[in-house]
Structure formats: structure tokens, C-alpha cells
């Protein structure tokens, strides 16, 4: 009833919000658009990210008028609570979102979320495909008509998502992990990210420049479990050229607390065909090259959609006028550490690939159809498709997804959510990440942005200087410049910029155990079930977790009770092989660590000592 009652409160207050004054006609007409991309399970695997072996020239080719994040890292590695976090700008201690199934409006508080306060400011809101996580955890409406305009656009062909249309070598059909499919063998002829990029190119050629400024927010479901992608896109990557991981084992010295079986990937019928052994199993080395070629073709296929999508709105002629963010939303295990899937506090399941296209600033503004002319991998000579000649600008700080709010409303000229003090709960607008829109601003103040920046594969780099930037409009937003962090175009193989002075000293992100010892619910404990919280920190060279006793009706951690803690120093190590904290050489650094860790986000802060 509680919970009910507070939800029908939040509905009259959205109503209120559309009820007030919004800006002017003309002010709205003068604020950029905003193409929110997301792609699920999508670890750094692209071209762009110097993965010479990967085709995605269309991720490529926005990366190369972007400024694209080197370490960016989630707060959780799982769906639902990692999208909540960067939707809401707030961590999931404060979203109360560690699992697959509670809705942050009914637990925690009725925040602003990142689509929300666009719509207060009068954009048109849509969400198409995988945004917030479907189900109870977004309300059973992906959190509408709070954050969207129009109800949340789902492909009419989802409803297939689980059913056996996976051809096996008996002639009979399947639910496998790996499903490359012929057109023939797709029930409704397109598959669910197909439906949803033809949704996206209809919205963008259905509007006009003269009406209210729009923010689209589209999520693509793969590289996600199953693996059901064209399977046109295999022929990519023979599995001659996949290389499987070599570091197949358990770090040294790691606590199982640490380790998550990969329960979701065991549900597949090919892969429980393996009679793989519960919890430290290992995968047989010839289904591996199955699984990475099926990862590499689905995130081609992906590319392949978002490349039509960005056509479609430089035809349509939106591209000048268009911040465009692209973003997984966690990373993804393939088997290193004998880890599959996500669900861990390891850098491979933290990481993601982020870029940020800010017309005039990351790029030059160019006639329509000029800026992102579509490339279809399928038909690109294959020299063509791995040259990946329009290397990007990159900045190697660390920064976080909770960081994309503050810096989408900066950029847009929105109001920036405040830092949320330290009981934010009854706080509707603020933020526990920070802006990098200096970050983005200072490419133009430094790089001279032609159209022949970009297509000069040059190796120099540009120092950022301490600057002060004036403000007026799009391209002058009123941004004051870091100091000192390196802004760098690289060539393809040589990607070893590193930032002169971080943006943060840390980055920080956690996950749940319902016990000490791997279990079927390690992957997604329901509330009741989490005892133990992994808290982790990565810094400029390091790694430092804690898992700590975790009292979830109070939502407490309990810091005096440690059952664990990891060092992993990439300085020394770079895969992190060994949990070096209990080495007497480290014993000084894990104090240290150990403090900073509990010190937490909030000492980290741009501009904090």
C-alpha cells in the first residue's frame, strides 16, 4: 500500500512538472538535440579501442568526431542496477538498485532522472529498446510517463526473445547461446534491435527542425546472451583469426567471494550440453572460439544498426544540432579469470567504451549527409574494414557512468544537477557523479577541428593548458578547462596516451553476495539475500576491493566485519593475475588504499586535494 501510494504521489507530481513554465519557443529551438545510444554487455571490443581485428566501422567513424573515454568505468556489472545509476546520476547504495528486481521510485526516492529533467526543460522523450531494465525494476513502464514523453518503444518481435529458433546439427531447434541465424530462420523476419534502429530512423525522418528539441534514447539489446545475429556478420571473423584468452585461471590468492559461476550463461541448452562442472568448470577451448566469434559478429551486427541510425540523422539534418553519447552499460567476461558474462568486480566487467560527439567541438559542423555516411561492413573490403584510419581523440582519465548526467546537462545548457549531500533520499535533483564537459570543451579550445583533422592519421598530441573559456551558445558553454590532462591522437596499435593529471584520483563501484562461497543466486541476489557487499576502487594503477558484511534492512555496510579484500597493481600485473594484498611489499599500499577506499567517492571530486 506504501509503496502504491507513493508511486500515485510521484505520478501527480510529474503532472505538476509538465504543468509548469518550460523556457520559451525560441529557447527551446536553440538547444541542442540529444542521441543517447546504449548497448548492452558491451565490453571496449571495438576498432576504435584499438582492437585492430574488430569491424565496426560505423562506432569507428563516430569515435573519430568524438572524444572517446579510455577508462570509464559502471558502478555495478549488471543491468539493472548499472542503468539506474547512470539514468538517476546516483550510486546504487543510494538507487537501493543491486538487483534484477526492485524499482528505485518505490525504495529509495522520486529523483530526476537524466531523460526526466530534459522533459521538465521541454524536449520531446523517447525511449527505444533496452534504456532503463524492462520489468518490475523500471515499474513495468521503463519508469514512464516520469522520464518519457511516450510510452517506451519495445520491438514487437522481444515476445521470441527465449523461444528454441536456434537450428541445431539434429535439424531441430534450440534455445543456444550461440545462434547465428539465416533471415529465413527469424520468426518476424527482423530481429528485436532491427525493429528498434527502424523505430529510431522513423522518429528522426518524422521531425522536423522547427519543432521542440528531442532527446532519443536508444539501447541495443546484443551483444547480449543469446548470441542471435545475422549470420552474415560471422563471416567477419573466421575462427582462424579469434584468439581466445590466456589467462584462463582464477587470479592467485583470490577469495571465492569473489567469483561468479556464470548461472545465467549455464541456462543455454548448448552450453549445459558442455557438462560443464558447477562452480569452477572451465569451457572447452573449441566452444571459446564459438563464443568470442559469436560475441565479434553480434557487436558488428550492432554496428551495422547504429550506423543506420546516425545516417539517419545526418540526412535528416539533426547532425549539427546533436550531442551524441555512445556507451555500453558493463563490461564483459570472455573467459578470463575463467569468468564468463559480467556479475564480478573485476575490471574486465567494470569497464566500458564511452564517447561523447559534441557538434563544432568534437568535430566540424558539415553539409547534411556528410558527417556520418553510412558503412556497411558486410560489403567494405575487408582491408577496409580493419584500416581504422579515423583514429579519435581520447582522454585517458578515469571517470565513471554516473558522470554522464551532469555532463549531458552541461553540454545541453540544462541545469547541472548539485552534488547530493549525504542523506540524498528526500533529494529529487542531484547528482554523486561530475560534469567532464571541461574535458570534451577543451578539444576545441586546443585542437584546431577541421574537416582534415579527421581524416589525418597523425600521431601528435595536444596538451590541454589551464584555460579559461567564454561562454555563449552551443559551442561556448562556459566550460573552464582541466589542467594538464592529455587530450591525444593515436594511430591504430599505439594507444598509449596517459593523462598528465587525472581527472579523478579513483573511480568506485561494488557488488553483492548473498554468502562467502559461490551459490545459485551469486549472480543476482534479491535483496534479502545479500549479506556482503563488494566495494572496489580503481585508481590510476590499481585495484582494491573489500568485501564487507551488508545488512539489507538498513541498508548498512559494516566495515569493522571484512571477509575479504583483493590488490590487483596493473603496474606490475597488467591482467591482474595476483591478489597481492596480503604481499608484505604492498602491506603500506593496502593501508592506504584501505582508507581511500572508505573515504569514498565524495574525497575524489574534481577540485578535492
Known amino acids: 500500500m506504501a509503496a502504491a501510494l507513493q508511486r500515485s504521489a510521484c505520478l501527480i507530481a510529474s503532472v505538476l512538472l509538465s504543468l509548469m513554465p518550460v523556457k520559451s519557443v525560441s529557447s527551446e529551438l536553440s538547444r541542442p538535440n540529444v542521441l543517447f545510444l546504449v548497448v548492452d554487455d558491451l565490453r571496449p571490443k571495438l576498432g576504435c579501442y584499438g582492437e585492430t581485428n574488430m569491424v ?19 558502478q555495478q556489472a549488471i543491468c539493472s542496477p548499472s542503468r539506474t545509476s547512470f539514468l538517476t546520476g546516483r550510486r546504487p547504495d543510494t538507487t537501493r538498485t543491486y538487483d534484477l528486481h ?64 536456434c537450428p541445431g546439427p539434429d535439424g531441430k531447434l534450440y534455445n543456444n547461446a550461440v545462434c547465428p541465424l539465416e533471415r529465413s530462420q527469424i520468426p518476424s523476419g527482423k530481429l528485436p534491435d532491427e525493429e528498434n534502429a527502424d523505430f529510431a530512423v522513423s522518429f528522426l525522418q518524422n521531425r522536423s527542425v522547427d519543432q521542440k528539441p528531442f532527446f532519443l534514447a536508444l539501447g541495443f539489446h546484443k551483444p547480449h546472451l543469446p548470441f542471435r545475429y545475422d549470420a552474415k556478420y560471422k563471416d567477419l571473423y573466421p575462427l582462424s583469426k579469434i584468439k581466445i584468452a590466456d589467462n584462463q585461471n582464477v587470479p592467485m ?19 549445459r550440453a558442455l557438462n560443464v562442472s558447477w562452480p569452477f568448470g572451465v569451457i572447452p577451448k573449441d566452444f571459446q572460439y564459438l563464443m568470442r566469434q559469436s560475441y565479434s559478429a553480434a557487436t558488428s551486427f550492432t554496428d551495422g544498426l547504429v550506423g543506420r541510425v546516425l545516417a539517419a540523422l545526418d540526412q535528416s539534418g539533426f547532425a549539427n544540432n546533436t550531442i551524441i553519447t555512445f556507451h555500453g552499460d558493463h563490461g564483459w567476461h570472455l573467459g578470463e579469470h575463467m569468468e564468463w558474462t559480467k ?28 558527417t556520418f555516411p553510412f558503412k556497411d561492413a558486410l560489403k567494405m573490403p575487408i582491408h577496409e574494414n580493419t584500416r581504422h584510419t579515423n583514429d579519435p581523440l581520447t582522454n585517458d582519465g578515469l571517470v565513471e557512468a554516473v558522470d554522464i548526467y551532469p555532463t549531458i546537462s552541461e553540454l545541453a545548457g540544462l541545469d547541472i544537477p548539485p552534488t547530493c549531500s549525504r542523506n540524498p533520499f528526500s533529494e529529487t535533483f542531484c547528482t554523486e557523479g561530475a560534469s567532464f564537459a571541461s574535458l570534451i570543451k577543451s578539444v576545441a579550445k586546443d585542437v584546431t577541428i577541421t574537416s582534415d583533422t579527421f581524416r589525418d592519421v597523425s600521431k601528435s598530441s595536444y596538451q590541454i593548458m589551464d584555460t579559461n573559456i567564454a561562454s555563449s551558445g552551443l559551442n561556448d558553454m562556459g566550460i573552464a578547462s582541466s589542467k594538464g590532462t592529455d587530450v591525444t591522437r593515436m594511430s591504430t596499435g599505439h594507444r598509449t596516451s596517459r593523462s598528465k593529471v587525472q581527472w579523478k584520483r579513483a573511480v568506485f563501484s561494488q557488488y553483492p553476495r548473498p554468502s562467502f562461497f559461490p551459490s545459485r543466486s551469486t549472480i543476482d541476489p534479491s535483496l534479502n539475500e545479500i549479506i556482503i557487499m563488494g566495494y572496489t576502487m580503481r585508481t590510476d594503477k590499481q585495484r582494491y576491493t573489500e568485501w564487507v558484511a551488508y545488512d539489507h534492512t538498513t541498508f548498512s555496510a559494516n566495515w569493522t566485519h571484512v571477509y575479504a579484500r583483493e590488490l590487483y597493481d596493473y603496474s606490475a600485473d597488467p591482467e591482474g593475475n595476483f591478489n597481492v594484498v596480503d604481499v608484505p611489499a604492498y602491506s603500506d599500499l593496502a593501508v592506504q588504499l584501505a582508507q581511500q577506499l572508505r573515504d569514498g567517492w565524495r574525497s575524489v571530486l574534481p577540485g578535492t586535494s
Do not use: C
Not at 565496426?56 to 559502471?74: C, G, H, M, W
Open 56 to 74: 565496426t566501422p560505423n562506432i569507428d567513424q563516430l569515435a573519430a568526431k568524438s572524444l572517446v573515454f579510455e577508462r570509464a568505468y559502471v
Open 102 to 165: 526492485v524499482y528505485f521510485r518505490n525504495i529509495a526516492g522520486n529523483y530526476t532522472t537524466l531523460p526526466q529533467h530534459f522533459k521538465n526543460n521541454g524536449y520531446i522523450t523517447q525511449s527505444v529498446g533496452k534504456i532503463f531494465h524492462p520489468g518490475p525494476t523500471s515499474g513495468n513502464t521503463d519508469d514512464y510517463p516520469f522520464s518519457w514523453t511516450f510510452p517506451a518503444r519495445h520491438a514487437p518481435s522481444r515476445k521470441y526473445f527465449t523461444d528454441k529458433i
Open 253 to 271: 590468492m583470490m577469495p571465492y567471494v569473489s567469483f561468479s559461476p556464470w548461472d545465467h550463461l549455464r541456462t543455454f541448452q548448448d552450453i
Open 343 to 370: 556479475h564480478t568486480n573485476f575490471d574486465i566487467a567494470l569497464r566500458i567504451p564511452l564517447m561523447f560527439h559534441v557538434p563544432g567541438v568534437t568535430a566540424p559542423k558539415l553539409p547534411p549527409g556528410k
